[in-house]
């Protein structure tokens, strides 16, 4: 028998990865080759999160130089976020099916060359259309982050892996908004996107040469169909092909693609893990959306200036990243020492302490600007804010990554849904909110729905997410 397939008790031709080690097993890559992939998939995403802010300070000139209404130019600057929660229904299964490196490498050019068109876009109409087909090729990241993830790094290191791969992307929230903020006082807007467009175009040279297949599962179909191509033996084949064999095509396409939704629909690990998700990214998208108006109306900044604020946004996120990341690894190691074994349980209760402090941080940045406190002060609570978001969301992701570490991808796809019409939405009432109640009223209201959010989902998960998995239907 060939040397790359390792016999199994039942069947001596079940393509598998051989045991104890086999360097075609992604788990088992060296360490620099897993930051590799880590890395490239980082700075792809730090493109595709900056395009979807950087319009923001624009706006007003956009929209006189496209005739649009206020309407219009916000739908041109949200419509990007609701693609991204339809698009990894999609991408998520496709990633899983054909592999991660042929969707982020098709997903690259179609992100592009649709950005491009938005540069050059002369009517409002363009502008907005190709603001849509842009987000729905950026969405592809939120389905490949932690399916990559999953597939090369061991739960032992989910911490750290997290953390790594979330720095520059989250740099990109507040990026956004300030390059824009530039481009806008010193160019023409087209160049947000024509800057954006040149860097996603060297990004996607680099990860021609350099992004390497992660899905343990396609991996093997590969060496399956090669074994099957150099021996002329037809019955060489994966565990996952001999279980598709008697379905045909369109039902193995219909239960790919559909099970983002029935995990959305069935499952309630999901359903919890959905709801954190969706707010705490629905606040997030707040902040960003009036930060801006916020300083350069009460404390009477320039757009330019104003931007510069984001900075707050910024290291918050990324000191949240990196200390949640290591305390999350930390606690998984000690769990490992005193009990033997490590539920994914665990990570829920994570989340307390970032949903105090970032409720903290919200009425902090609100109150603060109501009575016109010193601007840095109003830095302080968005730091304290993004902080607390970021070391209660990773927890979460954990979570998910853990229970459904052989579908992560469509995992993350159904709790995408709810982040994204989130983000789309939330921004929508933010206006009114503050015009009804004031920063101080309006964030301190938006607070307490963040930290029952942080509080009493986790609490659920902990207490009966074992139970809830025990019972949930066997999912494919």
Known sequence: MPHETKPALSDPYAVVFAEPYDKDNPIQWPDRRKWIVTNILSA????????????????PVIAAELDMTPTQSALSLSIYLLATAFGPIVIGPLSEMYGRQVVLHTSNIWFVAWNLTC???????????????????ASAIYSLGGGV???????????????????????????????????????DWRWMFWATSIFQGVSIIVCFFTFHETSGAVILKRRAARL????????????????????????????AFGRPLRLLAFHPIIQLTSVISAVNYGLLYVVLSSFADVVTSQY????????????????????????????????????????????????????????????????????????HVHWIVVDVGVFIFTFGLQTSGMPVQAYVIDVYADFTSSALSATQFGRSLAAFLFPLFAPSLYKSLGYGWGNTTIAHVGIAAGVIPPFLLWKYGAR??????AFD
């Not at 790594?164 to 006082?185: E, H």
């Not at 510069?308 to 690894?329: F, K, P, T, V």
């Not at 809830?468 to 239907?473: G, N, Q």
Request: charged fraction near 20%; include cysteine; charge should be positive.
């Open 44 to 59: 792809t995403g730090f493109n595709r999160i900056v395009v979807s802010t950087i319009m923001a300070p624009a706006l």
């Open 149 to 187: 993830l999953g597939d090369v790094w061991p739960p032992e290191q989910r911490g750290k892996s997290l953390g790594t791969y979330l720095a520059i992307p989250l740099v990109a929230v507040a990026v956004g908004p300030i390059i824009g903020g530039v481009i806008t006082a010193r160019a």
């Open 300 to 371: 009477n900044l320039s757009i330019e200036l104003g931007g510069l604020h984001y900075i707050a946004c910024a290291l918050g996120e990324m000191a949240g990243s990196q200390l949640g990341g290591r305390l999350m690894d930390v606690l998984y190691r000690r769990t490992m020492r005193r009990h033997g074994t490590h539920e994914p349980e665990a990570r829920p209760p994570l989340t307390y302490p970032g949903a105090v402090l970032g409720s903290l941080g919200l009425i902090i940045f609100g109150w603060a600007a109501q009575y």
């Open 468 to 473: 809830i998995r025990a019972k949930t239907p």
């Open 228 to 255: 099957r191509r150099t021996t002329g033996n037809k019955q060489y084949m994966t565990l996952e092909e001999r279980l598709d064999r008697e379905m045909s095509l369109s039902t193995v396409l219909r239960r």
């Open 119 to 137: 540069g050059f876009a002369t009517t409002k109409e363009v502008l907005i259309v190709s603001r849509l087909f842009t987000g729905l090729g």
